[in-house]
T-cell receptor
Framework: AQKVTQAQTEISVVEKEDVTLDCVYE???????LFWYKQPPSGELVFLIR??????QNEISGRYSWNFQKSTSSFNFTITASQVVDSAVYFC???????????FGKGTHLIIQP | DAGVIQSPRHEVTEMGQEVTLRCKPI?????LFWYRQTMMRGLELLIY????????DSGMPEDRFSAKMPNASFSTLKIQPSEPRDSAVYFC??????????????FGPGTRLTVL
């Protein structure tokens, strides 16, 4: 069975601080895919990144960066110089090799205070 | 492309009534997923289709729930009869995986269902 754990229920930081959201996953598959989605207060789910299990390279996109470590089954997400618009619930998700649907973590509610 | 379209965006109904949620996936996508989001259980997969065929409905909570995909551009999720515990946001998502490599799922805006 697959499982995704986001231990941080809520994080509150002041604008311009860096913040890291943790994600730990469990799977028996050797091939799998990891995702991050953002859910702003408006409620939609916005895709941020997909990473496959073969590629442990870290990725940076503007103020966002992702650290994938297979050895610790973690896929952490860092926002540098946070902004109020980053306030949202962030979900980490896992999918097996067969495009069979996402297993989501419970989400981390990120609050960026001005 | 217009993205994944869901209707209605909000639905309020009384216990015992039939509810039908609708989804139009992104054109060309051959996978369609239905998810439910509640405070207690978070986001959970209900059912998914590949090329209009239901592949896995193990997440459907009860026989009161049913889903169909009569063609590549339309799917429905029906609850009959509805109960207050069905109140949730229901998301539809679609993706394309032509080489069996997983692609990102694009989500619709969701339908917020309230059963009184």
């Amino acid at each position: 069975a697959q499982k995704v754990t986001q231990a941080q229920t809520e994080i509150s930081v002041v604008e311009k601080e860096d913040v890291t959201l943790d994600c730990v996953y469990e799977t028996r598959d050797t091939t799998y895919y990891l995702f991050w989605y953002k859910q702003p207060p408006s409620g939609e789910l916005v895709f941020l990144i997909r990473r496959n299990s073969f590629d442990e390279q870290n990725e940076i996109s503007g103020r966002y960066s992702w650290n994938f470590q297979k050895s610790t089954s973690s896929f952490n997400f860092t926002i540098t110089a946070s902004q109020v618009v980053d306030s949202a619930v962030y979900f980490c998700a896992l999918e097996g090799p067969g495009a069979d649907g996402l297993t989501f973590g419970k989400g981390t509610h990120l609050i960026i205070q001005p | 492309d217009a993205g994944v379209i869901q209707s209605p965006r909000h639905e309020v109904t009384e216990m015992g009534q039939e509810v039908t949620l609708r989804c139009k996936p992104i054109s060309g996508h051959d996978y369609l997923f239905w998810y439910r989001q509640t405070m207690m259980r978070g986001l959970e997969l209900l059912i998914y289709f590949n090329n209009n065929v239901p592949i896995d409905d193990s997440g459907m909570p009860e026989d009161r729930f049913s889903a169909k995909m009569p063609n590549a551009s339309f799917s429905t999720l029906k609850i009959q009869p509805s109960e207050p515990r069905d109140s949730a946001v229901y998301f539809c998502a679609s993706s394309s995986a032509p080489t069996r490599r997983v692609a990102e799922q694009f989500f619709g805006p969701g339908t917020r269902l309230t059963v009184l």
